[in-house]
């Protein structure tokens, strides 16, 4: 088991979502990122983000391996290479694993590294993370839970957490944080699952 299957198992264990109650109860806040529905085209995210937009580009081994792995990210799916939040770069990832090759999952991923320097400052991986969960706040109101961030931490890593559901939509954020001679290698992930398949999938636990 590698150190990155090892991070998603403790999430899944350690970080449970609210129960259904508290999903259902929760505000629609419209379309959920971008102003795209669920189900949208290409061509619906193109009119978005314009010529930023670009494609996922998959090896024939990879296309062979999504076939023996439904539902997972789609080869050939589009990506947007500088979507931001707050001055923070991620790499944005359009599924379109849904009927008819249409939006199904959205994923923003961020891999650097802050310098001793900058963690002394008080900008660490953490600062990032909160940086970016004020906005989600902004767009999405408080996430389930306590309103304090979940957090684990061992000598290895550390791992941030929060959760939030709005307009049917399960936004789920992670920053994986392991130290480095330098500083802080981090990866800060922001996941946008439609609710219906988030339940199918036990990201949030039926009734």
Request: proline share 6%.
């Amino acid at each position: 088991m590698n150190r990155y299957t090892s991070t998603l198992l403790v999430i899944a264990v350690l970080f449970p979502v609210a129960p259904v109650s508290a999903v259902e109860a929760a505000p629609t806040l419209g379309v959920v990122f971008e102003g795209l529905p669920w189900g949208a085209t290409e061509s619906q995210i193109r009119e978005v983000f314009g010529s930023k937009l670009s494609k996922v580009q998959c090896t024939d081994t990879e296309k062979v391996s999504q076939a023996a792995r439904p539902g997972a990210f789609q080869c050939d799916s589009p990506i947007v290479n500088d979507y931001t939040i707050d001055g923070i770069t991620f790499r944005a990832y359009f599924n379109m694993g849904g009927p008819n090759d249409t939006l199904n999952e959205i994923r923003l991923d961020r891999v650097a590294t802050v310098t001793n320097d900058q963690i002394k400052a008080g900008e660490g991986a953490e600062y990032r993370f909160n940086r970016v969960k004020a906005e989600l706040v902004r767009r999405y109101g408080e996430p389930l839970g306590s309103g304090k961030s979940q957090k684990i931490s061992n000598e290895s890593l550390t791992v941030l957490a929060e959760k939030w559901v709005a307009d049917k939509t399960v936004v789920s954020m992670t920053d994986t944080v392991i130290p480095d001679k330098r500083g802080q290698m981090y990866l800060l992930t922001v996941v946008y699952t439609p609710l219906d398949e988030a339940i199918k999938s036990q990201i949030v636990p039926p009734k």
